[in-house]
């Protein structure tokens, strides 16, 4: 009996906990003071894995108030989608910013709008926005994770990079 007991509060525990990377900016939150020297760790050429292909973003030094970055996701040697966007400075903190496009460069979103994260905090080696954290795992490694909704159900999915 008390093995099943185990059993059931450590799949209780792994379901509740499905998401433990990502955290959701709820109504009545403020975002904190932060500054772009907070995350310049950021900044790189990095390439991983996902979704059966190879994913890469280019994340650009802090300059103008912000860093800029663009992603691609390459399967079976074609180009499936891009982002293109940033991190901004917004008064005295951070927003993730971007926009999809197809291979062919068609826009996903409407002209003028983009999707936006709001910063939630930075603790540590982790910057977490709106369901996406990034975290530095080392100089020469990060991992990004983003919580992503297909058909009604959310996955929070895990982005491995290396530098190059």
């Known amino acids: 009996m008390k093995q ?9 525990f ?3 906990n499905a998401q433990v990377n990502t955290l959701k900016f709820e109504d009545g ?3 904190p003071k932060a500054n772009l020297s907070q995350i ?8 991983g894995e996902a979704f059966g292909g190879i994913t890469e973003e280019i994340w650009s030094p802090p300059l103008g108030d912000s860093m800029m970055f663009s992603f691609k996701l390459v399967i079976d040697n074609r180009v499936v989608f891009y982002e293109f966007g940033g991190i901004r400075q917004v008064e005295n903190t951070l927003v993730l910013q971007f926009k999809h496009f197809g291979n062919d460069f068609k826009g996903w979103e409407e002209k003028d709008v983009t999707v936006d994260a709001k910063l939630i905090k930075i603790e540590n080696n982790r910057a977490y926005f709106d369901q996406f954290t990034f975290e530095k795992v080392n100089d020469q490694e990060i991992n990004i994770y983003v919580v992503i909704e297909e058909k009604g159900e959310t996955e929070e999915v895990k982005f491995k990079y290396k530098k190059h």
């Open 4 to 12: 099943l007991y185990l059993l059931v509060l450590i799949l209780i």
């Open 14 to 16: 792994t379901t509740c």
């Open 29 to 31: 939150m403020q975002s």
């Open 40 to 47: 310049f760790w950021m900044e790189g050429h990095w390439k």
